[in-house]
Structures are given as C-alpha cells and as structure tokens.
C-alpha cells in the first residue's frame, strides 16, 4: 500500500501547481483522502481533504478560495490544485489517507506519501 505525491517544485508568488497523490496497492476508493504541509520548524497542518464520494471537500482558512481538492477514482489519483501562491505556502505537501470522515487531524489518517517540496518565492 503506497501514496505517492509529486508536482512540487519551484514557483515565484502569484503563480500556481498541480500536486497529484497516485495510489497503488489499494484503491482507497472508499477513503477520505488529504493534504497536509509541513513548514521548516513548524508543524504538520491540515490543507485540504475530500470526501470518499468526491462529493464533500474541507480546506484550511489559510488556503480557502486559492486550493482545489479533487480525485480521479479511475486513476486512483488525488489532485491539489494550488493558486496565488504565496511564500508562506512554502512546505513540504504530503498526501495522505483515512477511513473516518473529513477529518483534519494528522493522527487520523493511516496512510502518508513521502511528500513533495513546494518553494514559493518572493
């Protein structure tokens, strides 16, 4: 069972990304699946998670209007649409999965990619 996520990089403020989260293993068909963030010395934070149905999402007030959560059931993939990126935006975006509902606590989710970069400069 593994979450891969990928589609960081380097984007000046103002500009966007596509982070994408590919399952495989599994099919987490009937997970809730998330975004989290980790800044340098800060804590995991919620971003954004969708329902199992794709039909509900939950996103952070920080990141509210600007983020897009969306899965692809056929492709087992979730997507995290990033715009008006900003450099507090900056972190590490892990992906992640869990069979409770929209949940935004980190230690409710059983799943975890191994994250990717996103750098957002000034």
């Known amino acids: 069972v593994q979450l891969q996520a990928f589609g960081g990089g380097l984007v000046q403020a103002g500009g966007s990304l596509r982070l994408s989260c590919v399952a495989s293993?599994?099919?987490?068909?009937?997970?809730?699946r998330g975004w989290f963030r980790q800044a340098p010395g800060k804590e995991r934070e919620f971003v954004a998670a969708?329902?199992?149905?794709?039909?509900?999402?939950r996103y952070a007030d920080t990141v509210n209007r600007r983020f897009t959560i969306s899965r692809d059931f056929a492709k087992n993939t979730v997507y995290l649409q990033m715009n008006t990126l900003q450099p507090e935006d900056t972190a590490v975006y892990y992906c992640a999965a869990t069979g409770r509902g929209l949940t935004v606590v980190p230690s409710e989710y059983h799943y975890w990619g191994q994250g990717t970069l996103v750098t957002v400069s000034s």
């Open positions: 293993g599994r099919t987490f068909s009937s997970s809730t």
């Open positions: 969708i329902s199992w149905t794709g039909g509900t999402s």
